[in-house]
Structures are given as structure tokens and as C-alpha cells.
């Protein structure tokens, strides 16, 4: 696994994975439940990446929590299928991370699904929020302006709209 960050222009590309025997459903396609399984490893991917690894959780007894996620399943994709995240960091503040996921098929090169993502930092010994070090608030900062301009592949600040009958 390797960061392809090429000067300001790519996206993290730091996760892989391959769609387990076990996550396959009914319908014959990865169950919905591990494409968060799936995901969470590419935001673990990422984490590692700027600092806030297993050794910062355990020294600092902070973590990263998910606030909020919205999860686009776009095509099935079958047991044995290889797997490749795309990452961008969309925003951060002192206290939070806006991230998006976008899972591609390998084998056949198609999108799969896409997870954007709230993350807080949270001190777990108070139970509240609080500033993450500055050392990484910069690293998450600089891989936001990287991915600024770069086109995402779906839209991202999306909700969901009621069904009106």
C-alpha cells in the first residue's frame, strides 16, 4: 500500500482489501453491513497515516469517533473481489475530520460504493471532545488543501429525503 500523493494532485490511495466469502449475502453480492467493515479499515488506513494510530490512542487516551456517515451503495460486488480505496480529506477543524471513502472493484475498475464520513476527537477518559494535536490538525490540513480541488467521484454534503406519501 502506498500514498500516491504526486505534488497537490491525488487523493490518498492507502487501502486495499478483498471482498471475504463470509461477507457474501443471500443475493450472492457483499452484504451491506461489511462495506462498513470494509470502509472502517480505509478510515483505520488513513489515521495511521496522520498520526492518530493505535500508539497516540493508547498514549494519548484519545480516539476518533464516527458522528455521522452517509453511505452510497453504487454496484455489487462478488466474493473474492479485489478491492481499492480512494480517500480525500474534505474538512478539518481542531475537533473534527470531514472524510470521503470511494471503493472501487479492482478487478473491473468500477465504483462500488462511497462513504463520507464526521469524525470527532474525543478524549476518552472525560467522554468529550477535544483538540487534536497540532501536529496532526497540520498533517489532516495539508492533505485537505491537496484535495481541495480534486473532483470527487460523487457528490459529497448530501442527505437523505423523506418519502412523502
Request: hydrophobic share 35%; proline share 4%.
Amino acid at each position: 500500500m502506498s500514498h500516491t500523493d504526486t505534488g497537490n494532485t491525488a487523493a490518498l490511495q492507502i487501502h486495499t482489501d478483498t471482498v471475504k466469502p463470509e461477507w457474501i449475502d443471500y443475493n450472492h453480492h457483499m452484504n451491506d453491513g461489511y462495506y462498513v467493515v470494509a470502509f472502517t479499515s480505509a478510515t483505520d488506513a488513513v489515521q495511521d497515516l496522520v498520526g492518530l494510530d493505535a500508539n497516540y490512542r493508547q498514549s494519548s487516551g484519545c480516539s476518533i469517533y464516527t458522528v455521522e456517515a452517509h453511505l452510497q451503495y453504487l454496484r455489487e460486488v462478488p466474493a473474492n473481489a479485489q478491492l481499492s480505496f480512494t480517500s480525500f480529506i474534505l474538512g478539518v477543524d481542531e475537533k473534527r475530520v470531514h472524510m470521503l471513502h470511494a471503493m472501487y472493484n479492482a478487478d473491473q475498475g468500477y465504483l462500488a460504493a462511497s462513504h463520507e464520513l464526521m469524525l470527532l476527537h474525543v478524549n476518552q477518559k472525560l467522554g468529550k471532545t477535544t483538540a487534536m494535536p497540532s501536529a496532526i490538525q497540520q498533517h489532516l490540513s495539508r492533505l485537505q488543501d491537496q484535495h481541495r480541488n480534486l473532483p470527487t467521484p460523487v457528490p459529497t454534503g448530501r442527505s437523505i429525503k423523506p418519502v412523502i406519501a
